[in-house]
């Protein structure tokens, strides 16, 4: 109950394209659902976040759509550039415990 | 120095051997965390501190042992380890534990375990 499945594994997306990566969960009690960043080399980072109250919020090219019914949540580039090429990882976190449970990542791979 | 930083970045040690690695954020934050990264897998949290005390120990052999000084520091120390204990260890801090924190990493210290 307490897994985040993450997929694809890995995407590969021409520039200019949109990037895709889904997530699902089974605890209803998570309540906050980042998604991180990685670039080779380096620590995740924060990249854009919810919370189950709304279904969409969007920074610049990057969109996470929530489906609070179907437990589900996804990751959508748009415009993709070959600077997003990164592995992403979704997460999930029950309130107030600050402890995330992560997805498996997703390599994505934004070829010029 | 800012954000997380940690030391050494490669490591690599016999099962014999004892090791530490070391965290240290600049970020003014009470709460730490150590995660294990390894391949195709999900991140797994270790250990959670926060204001020097530990709050979590997600099910750790004893064979890793952290310790945190204070409120900027955090160590991992290593002793007898296996091979499949090689894996990225990443450091994290945030503001609190109360959730709804983001958490900052550091670029991890890459352990090969011979």
């Known amino acids: 109950q307490q897994q985040v499945k993450q997929s694809p594994q890995s995407l590969i997306v021409q520039k200019g394209g949109i990037s895709i990566i889904n997530c699902a969960y089974e605890n209803t009690a998570f309540d906050y659902f980042p998604w991180y960043q990685q670039f080779p080399g380096k620590g995740p980072a924060l990249l854009i976040a919810?919370?189950?109250?709304?279904s969409e919020k969007k920074e610049g090219r990057f969109t996470i759509s929530f489906n609070k019914s179907a437990k589900q949540f996804s990751l959508h580039i748009m415009d993709s550039q070959p600077g997003d090429s990164a592995t992403y990882f979704c997460a999930a976190e029950t309130g107030g415990y600050n402890k995330l449970i992560f997805g498996a990542g997703t390599r994505l791979a934004v070829h010029p | 120095e800012t954000g997380v930083t940690q030391t050494p970045r490669h490591l690599v040690m016999g099962m014999t051997n004892k090791k530490s690695l070391k965290c240290e954020q600049h970020?003014?934050?009470?709460?730490m965390y150590w995660y294990k990264q390894s391949a195709k897998k999900p991140l797994e949290l270790m250990f959670v501190y926060n204001f020097k005390e530990q709050t979590e120990n997600n099910s750790v052999p004893s064979r890793f042992s952290p310790e945190c000084p204070n409120s900027s520091h955090l160590f991992l120390h290593l002793h007898t380890l296996q091979p499949e204990d090689s894996a990225l260890y990443l450091c994290a801090s945030s503001q609190g534990t109360g959730g709804l924190e983001t958490q900052y990493f550091g670029p991890g210290t890459r352990l090969l375990v011979l």
């Open positions: 919810i919370r189950p109250d709304v």
């Open positions: 970020l003014g934050h009470n709460a």
